[in-house]
T-cell receptor
Framework: DAGVIQSPRHEVTEMGQEVTLRCKPI?????LFWYRQTMMRGLELLIY????????DSGMPEDRFSAKMPNASFSTLKIQPSEPRDSAVYFC???????????FGSGTRLTVV | GENVEQHPSTLSVQEGDSAVIKCTYS??????FPWYKQELGKGPQLIID?????GEKKDQRIAVTLNKTAKHFSLHITETQPEDSAVYFC????????????FGSGTRLLVRP
């Protein structure tokens, strides 16, 4: 298995633009998590899905952030409009119900200028 | 909600020495405690985990101990090598058997050759 695949690896965008981050979880994993990592706040859970259904989105910072999982092999995290304070590394992770162990993707480094 | 504190934030050891990283958690309902290693430019990678029915677990040079009464757990790395240099994160599961993990703030370990 190729692991959790995230795209793009790097994204630089101007303030006010829409940004879409993509994630392909490991096949057979039924949980998918979106985390954000910054120096100040560390690893923060934004939202997670079970069997494509959002379970807990309490970590989503505000209405500018939205996440979808249209099928078991694909999820997106969208920021519209983006702001400089959204600059961070965004990680996607997946796991199986019977095993807590997360597998993280390589992350998307987002820079909003 | 769950809160995880991790110490120290940085740790420098001589090659061959041992390194110990400690974490405390707040939610007595937590029952799963993984440790992740993050190398530069990569996502966190699971290196060892422990569940609440076990007090200690070893995997070669790495060991984790858990004290549920005191609500703390520790990572022990023996015979450290330069390739152990990375950022290490502890985590604890959320309450009500939720599958989300709450991460500590991370420890930057430097192993001096």
């Amino acid at each position: 298995d190729a692991g959790v695949i995230q795209s793009p690896r790097h994204e630089v965008t101007e303030m006010g633009q829409e940004v879409t981050l993509r994630c392909k979880p490991i096949s057979g994993h039924d949980y998918l998590f979106w985390y954000r990592q910054t120096m100040m706040r560390g690893l923060e859970l934004l939202i997670y899905f079970n069997n494509n259904v959002p379970i807990d989105d309490s970590g989503m910072p505000e209405d500018r952030f939205s996440a979808k999982m249209p099928n078991a092999s694909f999820s997106t995290l969208k920021i519209q409009p983006s702001e400089p304070r959204d600059s961070a590394v965004y990680f996607c992770a997946s796991s199986m119900m019977t095993d807590y162990g997360y597998t993280f993707g390589s992350g998307t480094r987002l820079t909003v200028v | 909600g769950e809160n995880v504190e991790q110490h120290p934030s940085t740790l420098s050891v001589q090659e061959g020495d041992s390194a110990v990283i400690k974490c405390t958690y707040s939610d007595s309902a937590s029952n799963y405690f993984p440790w992740y290693k993050q190398e530069l430019g990569k996502g966190p990678q699971l290196i060892i985990d422990i569940r609440s029915n076990v007090g200690e677990k070893k995997d070669q040079r790495i060991a984790v101990t858990l004290n549920k009464t005191a609500k703390h757990f520790s990572l022990h790395i023996t015979e450290t090598q330069p390739e152990d240099s990375a950022v290490y994160f502890c985590a604890a599961s959320g309450r009500d058997s939720s599958y989300k993990l709450i991460f500590g703030s991370g420890t930057r370990l430097l192993v001096r050759p």
